[in-house]
Nanobody, 127 residues
Framework: QVQLVESGGGLVQAGGSLRLSCAAS????????MGWFRQAPGKEREFVAG????????RYADSVKDRFTISRDNAKNTVRLQMNSLKPEDTAVYYC????????????????????WGQGTPVTVSS
């Protein structure tokens, strides 16, 4: 239902900041919860942050609370992940995803809850 393209990944030193963006092409983008996931080599894909369609609620993994901020601009069909105080353990490929069902109040933490995925953008945090 939604085509997603991530951008903004790169190499950054520990303690630095990076901002990831996800551009969506779906006509009903604002109806769907959006999530950011990440996957490190040899690891399972894990939930990072999520936001409701209206942007009135967010959810974060414990590991990124108070460091990462998810936001969206429905007028521009974009979702953003602002990452501050980055740590080496944040190193991974980051993916944005759209929920399978519109108008869901609860933000899912499982990858299976999401239907549309971007190709991913790599983030490397050096120490």
């Amino acid at each position: 239902q939604v085509q997603l393209v991530e951008s903004g990944g790169g190499l950054v030193q520990a303690g630095g900041s990076l901002r990831l963006s996800c551009a969506a092409s779906g006509r009903t983008f604002s109806y769907y919860n959006m999530g950011w996931f990440r996957q490190a080599p040899g690891k399972e894909r894990e939930f990072v942050a999520g936001i409701t369609g209206r942007g009135d609620s967010t959810r974060y993994a414990d590991s990124v609370k108070d460091r990462f901020t998810i936001s969206r601009d429905n007028a521009k069909n974009t979702v953003r992940l602002q990452m501050n105080s980055l740590k080496p353990e944040d190193t991974a490929v980051y993916y944005c995803a759209a929920d399978r069902v519109p108008f869901i109040a609860d933000i899912g933490r499982l990858a299976s809850s999401y239907e549309s995925w971007g190709q991913g953008t790599p983030v490397t945090v050096s120490s």
